[in-house]
């Protein structure tokens, strides 16, 4: 299938923010996502109102305008809006940019639903930008409070998990994160040393030593930071203008902004065009622009009804949605290579060698776009479908076979009736003139091409049924003794088994195909649900492997500070991954054998077996 992407002229409202703090998703943007099969990269930004977050979201679109600028001290952007782009960099791929509407809104006035817009942010994004003014201070981090209630707003697992089992997850499936400063005045230095912006962020992060609330308080947003969004980046951008032009900044021309601002500007739409990742969901799966959308609602959904969105179970339902999708996809690419490559009748070899071909391909689709297909359902659901397809096919084949080997013998016999009528065999000699018509017509027949399976069973039939005749002609033959009629006789008799047997060796070697297309299918099944296994094993390891190496990244940062006791804290959890660690091959064994044990156990092929018995 066709990678498709949907240019947008201009953003639309993915999730709209009512009055009354209510979110509902907008169906015309679940339409345009439906519309995306292509991986993509999403790009959410949040920070506090009037910061400025839509200009950098419109750079990132290549565009002066499209995300509401505003030139009051009131938010303007409401709810969250979407945009989405071909990637620049990246050929085959869709930008999602996702504006949110600014926290802190005082007209507003509801935290809590300034903390469902940030989780959600969160929640969609593969790399989520945080925009504020000014420096990275004490008050800078106070304002990204959301950060330190993520445990109670968002859960991993479905079952209840204690909150520290839920922060060991986070890492591996939260969104890169940049920290974007904007109308930044202050010199890169620290302790007079020039440091880079990362630096300059890392540094804002460092915990400060001690006890009490007062520490505590002051450790809480920074150890949220470090812990949950170990991807990390920083760019500081100057004013792009005078005060009194910070207005008109849409409608300026870029030669009339700063250079220095347009500069940084610069580096941060490239560092996002060349290093935010796809967005993934848990198993490292890559989400196109429909399985955006599938998430969209269903934690919009979860939201509204009051529960807390769970990965898990977004997961779930997103995977019964793509997986059923699949298996119709799968088919279709089946049916439709069947239909145009089999022109029926034709022989079993020709079907059986199509049918091998549009099943490998069919069940390729359907392996591209499924994923957590536990207990192999619908793979199985697709290998049913198809051999229910295919012994229609089969069936339909014998049936036109039938009929068209029917009426060849038919059109071939027509002199043969005719002399018949008119007793052109009740002649003496009138036996030898029959049989030299009657093989005349099977050596027509058999030269006939395209007469698909039943050919030499209705050849059977027509002997059979002519049996009778030549034994009348044969009796009526005065020109032939008694012992040449003898002779005849069994000739006769030996000519109908010779063909009797043909029918039943074309019968056996049909069984023997179907039989053939039984392990044919089953090999391919388990070689495809192999790839499948493995590819799902090696994204699964490679988030262990990126929370595991965070882990030990963040402890080496606390015992180089002087944190011994918060790097022993992280102890557990560390050796908790490492012993995850070494039960990898072993878990991957396992998934393999059982893997090989479902599929030879769901994939029998009843309806295949059911044509040998016919």
Known sequence: MASNTVAMPAPVCLIENSSTGQLHVNQQALEILSQIDQPVVVVAIVGLYRTGKSYLMNKLAGKRSGFSLGATIQSHTKGIWMWCVPHPCKPGHTLVLLDTEGLGD????????????????????????????????????????????????????????????????????????????????????????????????????????????????????????????????????????????MSRVESMEENELSATFLQAAKQFCEYIFTQSTVKTIKGGHKVTGRMLGSLVSTYVDTISSGSVPCLDNAVLAMAQIENKAAVQQGLAVYQKGMEQSVQIPVTRDRMSEQHGKWEKQALETFMKRSFKDDGHIHQKTLADQIISHYTELVKRNDAVSIETCNKVLVDLSVQMSHNLQQGVYATPGGYKLYCEDRDHVVQQFRATPNKGTKAEDVLDQFLKQKKIEAASILLADQKLTENEKQIASEREHALQMEQQNKAMEEETRQMKCTLEEE??????????????????????????????ESKLKEQEELMKKGFEEKATMLQEEISQLKKESKSWSDVTKTLLEAGRDICNSVLQYKSMRSLMKR
Not at 130 to 148: C, F, H, K, M, P
Not at 178 to 201: C, M, P
Not at 532 to 543: C, D, F, G, M, V
């Open 106 to 245: 005082v007209e507003k006035g509801d935290q809590k639903n300034d903390c469902w817009i940030f989780a959600l942010a969160v929640l969609l994004s593969s790399t989520l930008v945080y925009n504020s003014r000014g420096t990275i201070d004490n008050n800078a981090l106070e304002n990204l409070q959301y950060v330190t209630e993520l445990t109670d707003l968002i859960k991993v697992k479905s079952q209840d998990s204690a909150s520290d089992e839920e922060d060991i997850h986070f890492v591996r499936y939260f969104p890169q994160f940049i920290w974007a400063v904007r109308d930044f005045t202050l010199e890169l230095k620290i302790e007079g040393v020039s440091v880079s912006a990362d630096e300059y962020l890392e540094h804002a992060l460092s915990l400060k030593k001690g006890f009490g609330k007062k520490v505590s308080d002051y450790n809480l947003p920074r150890e949220c930071i470090r812990r949950y969004f170990p991807t990390r980046r920083c760019f500081v951008f100057v004013a792009p203008t005078a005060g009194e032009n």
């Open 519 to 548: 392990q044919r299918s089953r090999a391919e099944n388990e070689q495809q649900m192999e790839l499948k296994l493995q590819e799902e094993i090696e994204n699964a390891r490679k988030e262990h492997e990126r929370a595991l």
